[in-house]
């Protein structure tokens, strides 16, 4: 709790949070919805995002920086605190569930497909286990070094790959559907529930507007160009077929005749952001466990956390049943971790207006 | 407690568990699938690398004019996995498809609409790369893989590459395993592919067919380029003799053509050259392999075969097409045609109106070329301006000739006129319930070509 993390940092943590769905499977389940006009739900949904983002920042400006669980013991005591702890648990487990079980089944589909599922999971998991025991400060600076690197990458792909564009896989364009049909688009954004569980490892209110907005429109730029170069490069429907896009778009690039197969560098990015995602959020599910019980330490509660984390995610042995647990999460749980936060600050203040009053 | 720790991991996870050495693989470089008398099964032709011979090069014994960097196995199966599978019990190293870069179907394969499922398998896989090249072979594609002998390069691979990934001939259309995929699987765009095929005996090689036949018909012979009226002997009986610029510039040639009367030559468009198809190209030495020419694609069925002057007209209107060196008829020398290099100046401008019943599509192009060889006598810098005019019309001739071959007799899409339809509808369900593959039989084309003779190399006349 004695370490803060600067307005970088946070920013560093919410980009990864945000865009590391965007390398797997999200381009294809916006495609699915929103056929080839994706792209431009990302970005007129991630103004919406924003909007939200900066309503619920308005309102907590005049909270004094407390978090959901703060709140939660503020309008309803110990008890409520405890139950909306396991509630927000949950609903964090359900939101990471499906990204935690696309890496090792992508990985061992794409790269290690002589090693078996059980080592690549349990390398999964030891990493992402000393990642969440080390705590949110290491994880952040790991992540603020690690962002530009992935930056330039996700540019440098969007670039090299224009020679495979072409305006017309862009259409048709359906007005309904990128708009009002395109809703589940805030699901991309919906990480940012996160930033209100950091709020007491934040340094001031100012880090977190900063560190939110600097997300929400970063995040959303490198989700608008991974869907615009995916939708570019992709028809419809085909488009709407590929488990994983950002792959399938890296197997594409080469530069002349002797940079061929750069798809490793992507593999890279891939693995190091998947670390950082699952780890942060593994530690924000311990920490949440922690305040909602007043206990004193989270670490003891990584490993049964990632245990129950990791029985969840493999709950269906097969992947195509698991992708379907994606399409339920991004479909149901993402309004939630907008309202949530909007509901208990407004509730908060106004109860710290009547109490004013009443004094 | 934590240095230990931190030496197991670093030990556990190297990732070196399941490693294979370089040494302990063999790659697949190029495969043939060939039909099987039994249901289902597919005579596969995998063409194997041989690493050592390649990185030794010829001085050191290996690759001797090829031959030595190549192993070929046939296995019948059902499928290239599983062929590949059956062959790593007979190969002594683990066969790989990471390099494959070419797959060659039959035929007979590509006529019963099998490639289809095929290109579903290949998009499937991690294995096999998405800009890997798809050809047809006329004949079997056994043959053609045996009778492979790169001459220039060691590195088969490399091979494949020059003579599949060509820019500067434009006689074979470029279409790899994620495009044909893609296409596949959307009504916008019909398929093509390269056509290979093992050169034919010098007895048979004279008699030209296919293309001959088909090119005769369409929309140049009724005299106009407005596109209105639509022949209906397109692919019919009448020689490509009579093609051309007959049709299209009105222009005709004062005196008789050194070789007419051959069926395959195109009196104006690419003027004395032959309309080759794979394996009939008439080459002397001992490279028998050839590569030219296009298959036609409807409904994932292979329907009719297109000799270069066709592929090359088809990049030309796909924007695919970069430059190469097409000879021209010229009125004021019609015994000695102009050859020039031609480049694309920029990706062809289409529209296409669909507000009718009939598609209109109109097509720009926009050509660019230099003077190669022409009469010693002749001053053509003084009559560029008509040679330019002639050169337009007699390529819009063609394209709309060809383009209305595509309509009429192919049934078929190749260009891709049905993506610039899409922006008309609301959904791609509303797109497909159009039913482009319909309409597209009925469109009228407009092809307006804007040519540019630029630069006329290191000589400028001003009088003869």
Same mark, same amino acid.
């Given at each position: 709790?004695? *370490? ?10 919410? =980009? ?23 792209? $431009? ?15 619920? %920042? ?12 703060? %709140? ?15 509630? /927000?648990?949950v ?12 890496f090792?089944?992508? =990985?061992?589909?794409?790269?290690? %497909? &002589? ?14 286990? $000393? ?7 290491? #994880? ?32 048709? $364009?359906?007005?309904f ?14 990480? @940012? ?32 160009? @991974? ?10 429907p ?9 792959? %399938? ?19 890279? /990015? ?11 959020? /593994? ?10 019980? &007043? ?13 129950i ?10 992947? $195509?049943?698991?992708?379907? *647990?994606?399409?339920? &999460? ?15 600050? #407004? ?13 | 407690?934590?240095?230990?720790i931190?030496?197991? +991991? ?44 390649i ?13 030595k960097t ?12 599983? !062929? ?9 190293k ?23 499922? +095929? ?39 490399k ?7 060509v ?17 596949e ?74 070789n ?14 032959k ?35 066709? !592929? ?94 595509? !309509? ?18 609301k ?30 190399g290191l ?6």
């Amino acid at each position: 709790m004695n *370490s803060k993390l600067n307005s970088r940092e946070m920013t560093s943590v919410l =980009i990864n949070l945000i865009s590391v769905k965007m390398l797997f499977t999200y381009p294809r389940y916006l495609v699915e919805r929103m056929e080839n006009g994706a792209w $431009i739900s990302v970005a007129l949904w991630g103004a919406v995002a924003l909007g939200i983002f900066w309503l619920t %920042q308005y309102v907590y400006l005049k909270t004094e920086r407390t978090n959901i669980l703060m %709140q939660a013991e503020m309008l309803g005591g110990r008890l409520f605190k405890a139950v909306v702890g396991i509630v /927000v648990i949950v609903l964090l487990m359900f939101n990471i569930a499906p990204m935690v079980r696309t890496f090792p089944e992508a =990985i061992k589909t794409v790269l290690l %497909q &002589n090693t078996s599922m059980l080592t690549i999971i349990t390398i999964l998991a030891i990493g992402v286990a $000393i990642g969440a025991r080390f705590g949110i400060e290491p #994880l952040a600076r790991v992540a603020s070094i690690f962002l530009p690197i992935a930056c330039a990458f996700v540019i440098f792909f969007f670039i090299t790959l224009i020679p495979h564009y072409k305006t017309t896989n862009l259409f048709p $364009i359906s007005a309904f559907k990128v708009t009002a049909g395109g809703v589940s688009a805030l699901s991309v954004f919906g990480d @940012i529930f996160v930033l209100n569980l950091l709020l007491p490892y934040a340094k001031d209110m100012k880090t977190v507007k900063k560190a939110g907005m600097a997300s929400i429109v970063i995040g959303g730029l490198a989700g608008f160009l @991974i869907v615009l170069a995916y939708c570019l490069t992709y028809l419809y429907p085909v488009s709407a077929k590929f488990i994983v896009p950002m792959y %399938q778009l890296a197997r594409n690039l080469r530069i002349g005749t002797y940079f061929q197969r750069l798809e490793s560098i992507f593999e890279f /990015v891939w693995s190091i952001s998947i670390f950082i995602y699952t780890s942060v959020y /593994v530690f924000v599910m311990c920490d949440v466990f922690r305040q909602s019980f &007043n206990l004193k330490h989270y670490k003891p509660l990584v490993f049964p956390i990632l245990m129950i984390l990791l029985r969840l995610t493999f709950w269906e042995s097969g992947y $195509i049943e698991a992708q379907q *647990s994606n399409f339920v &999460n991004s479909a149901v749980f993402y309004p939630i971790f907008y309202i949530l936060p909007l509901l208990f600050g #407004l509730f908060t203040l106004i109860k710290m207006r009547r109490r004013g009053r009443e004094r | 407690m934590k240095k230990v720790i931190i030496i197991i +991991l670093l030990v556990l996870l190297s990732g070196c568990t399941h490693a294979i050495e370089p040494n302990d693989l063999a790659y697949i470089v190029a495969v043939g699938m060939d039909k099987n008398d039994a249901a289902g099964a597919y005579d596969i032709t995998l063409q194997i690398a041989n690493p050592q011979a390649i990185s030794g090069g010829s001085d050191e014994g290996g690759g001797e004019g090829g031959k030595k960097t190549i192993t070929n196995l046939t296995v019948t199966s059902t499928d290239i996995f599983s !062929a590949v599978n059956i062959a790593n019990h007979i190969y002594s190293k683990d066969l790989s498809l990471a390099h494959t870069k070419l797959i060659l179907f039959c035929d007979e394969i590509a006529k019963d609409g099998s490639i289809k499922n +095929l290109s579903e398998t290949f998009a499937r896989s991690e294995e096999i790369r998405p800009n890997a090249f798809l050809s047809v072979v006329k004949g079997s594609a056994k043959e053609y893989l045996t009778s492979i002998e790169p001459t220039n390069e060691l590195n088969p691979v490399k091979y494949y590459e020059v003579i599949y990934d060509v820019d500067y001939t434009g006689y074979i259309p470029k279409n790899q395993i994620k495009s044909f995929y893609v296409y596949e699987q959307s009504p916008e765009r019909e398929n093509v592919l390269p056509l290979s095929a093992v050169k034919k005996d010098e007895n048979t090689s004279s008699d030209n067919n296919g293309v001959a036949s088909s090119s005769g018909g369409g929309k140049s012979e009724s005299g106009g380029s407005d596109g209105g009226e639509q022949s209906s002997s397109s692919g019919g009986g009448q020689g490509s003799g009579q093609g051309g610029s007959e049709g299209g510039s009105g222009q005709e040639s004062s005196k008789p053509l050194p070789n007419a009367g051959t069926q395959n030559e195109y009196d104006g468009f690419e003027y004395m050259h032959k309309d080759y198809l794979a394996g009939e190209i008439a080459l002397g030495g001992d490279i028998k392999t050839q590569t030219c020419g296009m298959a036609v694609f409807r409904d994932g069925k292979m329907i009719d075969e297109c000799g270069a002057v066709e !592929a090359l007209l088809y990049n030309m209107l796909t924007g695919d097409y970069e430059m190469s060196e097409i000879s021209y008829k010229n009125i004021k020398t019609p015994n000695d045609p102009v050859t020039v290099m031609q480049y694309r100046r920029k990706k062809p401008k289409v529209s296409v109106n669909i507000d009718d019943d009939i598609p209109k599509i109109k097509v720009k192009l926009y050509l660019e070329a230099d003077l190669r060889t022409l009469n010693e006598g002749y001053v053509i810098e003084m009559d560029i301006d008509d040679f330019e005019e002639q050169v337009s019309a007699e390529v819009k001739a063609a394209a709309e000739k060809f383009l209305y071959k595509t !309509a009429i007799e192919y049934r078929s899409d190749i260009v891709g006129f049905g993506s610039f339809i899409k922006s008309h509808f609301k959904t791609f369900d509303d797109f497909a319930q159009y039913g482009w593959e319909e309409k597209y039989p009925k469109s009228e084309f407009d092809v307006d070509v804007e040519f540019e003779v630029r630069r006329s190399g290191l000589i400028n006349k001003k009088h003869g």
